[in-house]
């Protein structure tokens, strides 16, 4: 099954599943972040923020490597290379996220502002992440 048949290479396919899938994966980090808040004996940022992201990273891990770079298991210590390199990714969407969440926070002190500075934290986070993503973690297949 190659990777390039002309329904999965797409520009607009890839560009619309990739929107959804971080609608998806955002709608889960925010969801889980509203249930800690919830049942937290005492609400706090912090582990709510925690919370979600992990819930975020691991939807997003599984909807990219199936849907958008189409990368099958090859081994055990392929796969746990390719989730690190992910996960250090992730670093940088989760640093850009958090900083416009706390910061939207921090000014506005409302669940709205928090959740739109996220929400924009997350946006640029996953354009510049898709291109790391691309040429090092889920790299096409050598001709």
Do not use: C, H
Request: glycine letters at 10%.
């Amino acid at each position: 099954m190659g990777r390039q048949s002309s329904e999965r290479s797409t520009s607009a396919g890839l560009a619309t599943r990739y929107l959804a899938f971080a609608v998806l994966s955002t709608a889960a980090n925010f969801a889980v972040q509203a249930t800690v808040m919830q049942l937290a004996p005492s609400p706090s940022l912090v582990p709510s923020m925690l919370a979600g992201t992990a819930a975020g990273f691991g939807l997003k891990y599984v909807l990219d490597k199936r849907w958008i770079f189409f990368d099958g298991y090859t081994s055990y210590g392929d796969e746990v290379l390719k989730v690190a390199l992910y996960g250090l990714f992730s670093v940088l969407t989760t640093l850009i996220f958090w900083g416009f969440e706390i910061a939207f926070w921090t000014v506005w002190k409302t669940e709205l502002a928090k959740y739109t500075g996220g929400a924009l934290g997350l946006a640029i986070g996953y354009v510049s992440k898709y291109a790391m993503d691309r040429k090092f973690v889920f790299k096409p297949e050598e001709a």
